[in-house]
């Protein structure tokens, strides 16, 4: 548990482990994207993120990012924002860049769109 120190913020992509899983769930270790409130993230014991998929796909539910400096993935990528989870924050591990802010908008229309808010 974070114990109050914040180790990690909204909109990193971390590494993360997702083993182990049960039935269509992306597995493995993979970059992930932190979605959760960074007050959460500092007091909680979970964390929300979206894994991050190789290449890109036309849904709208998915956000296809492109791979960048600043995001640091070593190839385009998409999220499936269906796959959407909390995870345990023994499971985050190391930085592996940001996201930039130019998607969060399609973020939010796609978990909106999931999520059926609006």
């Keep these: 548990m974070p114990q109050g ?3 990690y913020r909204r909109g990193e992509i971390r590494f993360c482990k997702l083993d182990p899983t049960v039935g269509t769930k992306l597995r493995k270790t993979r970059s992930c994207l932190i979605v959760q409130n960074d007050i959460m993230n500092q ?7 979206m894994p991050f998929r190789p290449g890109s796909k036309k849904a709208p539910y998915i956000v296809n990012i492109v791979a960048s400096a ?22 985050v591990l190391g930085l592996v860049g940001v996201l930039e802010e130019e998607y969060w908008e ?13």
């Design 106 to 118: 399609s973020i939010r229309t796609a978990l909106n769109i999931v999520l059926e808010f609006s």
């Design 5 to 7: 120190n914040l180790t």
């Design 43 to 49: 007091h909680g014991s979970l964390t929300i993120v």
């Design 70 to 91: 600043m995001n640091s993935l070593d190839q385009d990528c998409y999220i499936d924002v269906g796959q959407i989870r909390s995870i345990d924050n023994s499971r």
